[in-house]
């Protein structure tokens, strides 16, 4: 190493420096890289085109770079958000060069591989399916979102976890190592405490929080560190919830599937962590109509009137306000009765118009306005149900090939059982009347 690369590696950030350099010395993510058959594979030279999924700071990249030390692999690694068509090309070309004259592989690292437009990805497509490149992409978002079918089918997807506590733990004492002295010796344990809360899972984020930490310890070694001072060094930034990332669709199926398990303690909880990572009220409240019509329909039939009320509020007076209105809407669809009874019969009809088509409509209900419908008999039979004591006829409204087909299934549960004893209360009253005529 010469002196200027020395310096270079005195210029460059904490997390960088303690980056693992081997496969074992990837803290976390047991199951995957040590325990595992991945793992195995790996470690004899079989490495698998991949998309690595995860969280921020859980060991994407490490993983991907300790990929580098395999014998007989030509690494490159590329930034989505700065690489274009021409250069994928020419990585791929060079790829293909290489396996066919030098039967060597290529193994190229994609950062942020969700920013690739599909166009790129479809340049990497044929350079991954003939073998000339293995492609290991790392991403913080849904891959079936962000990839397209045909470069995902590909590639082994593999899922990384945030850290857990003893991961982190073990990064703090690498840390310490480096420093040369102890966390505990110069910070309080609530403020540990904090930086480990903060970090959530976040390798890198506790990595750089300590570089600042234990810098300002070196130049004032007489202070000792509370909480309060902590959270001033460190200028406290926002939770991990984006409404960009794949995080915004974790919190949001959180927060529905809560409200529809009649949870308001967990429905609140994920409605307050989309709202203090920057949601849009007005997403929250539109989730909240439809969850109202799909989850709860009859069974209350105000559910979806106080979802709309809660819509037009937020919009009338937006946050912080509003929030109350979204919580009131929250806490009253997770305490109504459910029933997905309406959702289902809608996508039975739906399913029953594709599959048997424009069934006639049946004469008696056609409509008759005009002279020549009335001579063809449209509306003639019509039974008028006003006209009846109860406002009820038995007479059939489907098509005939549809006249026994019932695609609304009462739940029986709510306003939905009410209705339900009234339609048979309705049929078995006209019956007795018919019988006594």
């Not at 919830?241 to 959180?254: G, I, L, R, T, W």
């Not at 409509?361 to 019509?382: C, F, I, M, Q, W």
């Amino acid at each position: 190493m010469n002196l200027f690369s020395h310096n270079n590696q005195n210029f460059l950030p904490l997390a960088e420096k303690l980056r693992p350099q081997k496969l074992d010395e990837i803290l976390g993510q047991k199951n995957l890289v040590h325990d595992s058959r991945l793992g195995k594979m790996i470690r004899a030279g079989q490495i698998p085109s991949m998309i690595l999924w995860g969280p921020p700071g859980s060991g994407k990249t490490s993983f991907a770079l300790s990929l580098a030390q395999q014998p007989q692999i030509f690494f490159e690694s590329l930034n989505a958000v700065e690489a274009g068509v021409k250069q994928l090309k020419e990585k791929g070309e060079g790829a293909r060069d290489r396996r066919l004259q030098m039967n060597q592989r290529t193994l190229l690292f994609v950062d942020e591989i969700h920013r690739f437009n599909k166009s790129q990805q479809d340049v990497l497509l044929p350079f991954v399916e003939r073998g000339d490149l293995i492609l290991v992409g790392a991403t913080t978002e849904n891959p079936s979102y962000e990839l397209n079918r045909a470069l995902l089918s590909r590639c082994r997807v593999i899922v990384f976890e945030a850290l857990d506590r003893n991961s982190l733990l073990a990064t703090l004492k690498k840390v310490e190592d480096h420093y040369g002295f102890i966390a505990s010796d110069f910070i309080s344990v609530a403020a540990i405490e904090y930086l480990f809360d903060s970090s959530d899972g976040d390798a890198r984020k506790l990595l750089n929080s300590c570089e600042l930490l234990f810098e300002y310890h070196k130049a004032y070694l007489d202070e000792k560190l509370d909480l309060i001072e902590i959270q001033e060094i460190l200028q406290t930034s926002t939770r991990s919830y984006d409404k960009s990332s794949e995080n915004h669709y974790d919190v949001v199926s959180a927060f529905i599937k809560s409200v529809r398990g009649s949870d308001p303690d967990a429905a609140l909880y994920y409605l307050a962590r989309m709202i203090d990572g920057g949601e849009d009220p007005i997403f929250i409240a539109r989730r909240l109509i439809i969850l109202a019509s799909e989850d709860i329909g009859n069974a209350d039939p105000r559910a979806i009137t106080v979802a709309t009320a809660a819509a037009q509020a937020i919009q009338m007076i937006g946050l912080p306000e509003g929030l109350w209105s979204l919580a009131q809407a929250t806490t009253y669809l997770s305490c109504c009765p459910k029933s997905n009874a309406s959702y289902k019969a809608i996508k039975k009809a739906m399913e029953c118009v594709q599959t048997t088509g424009s069934l006639p409509v049946p004469l008696d209900l056609r409509s008759s306005k005009t002279g020549l419908a009335k001579e063809l008999g449209y509306g003639e039979n019509y039974l008028y149900p006003h006209d009846q004591p109860r406002a009820w006829v038995s007479q059939s409204y489907l098509p005939e090939a549809l006249k026994a087909t019932k695609f609304y299934e009462n739940s029986g549960r709510g306003f939905e059982k009410n209705m339900q004893e009234y339609l048979d209360w309705l049929k078995q009253k006209t019956r007795v009347s018919e019988q006594d005529t």
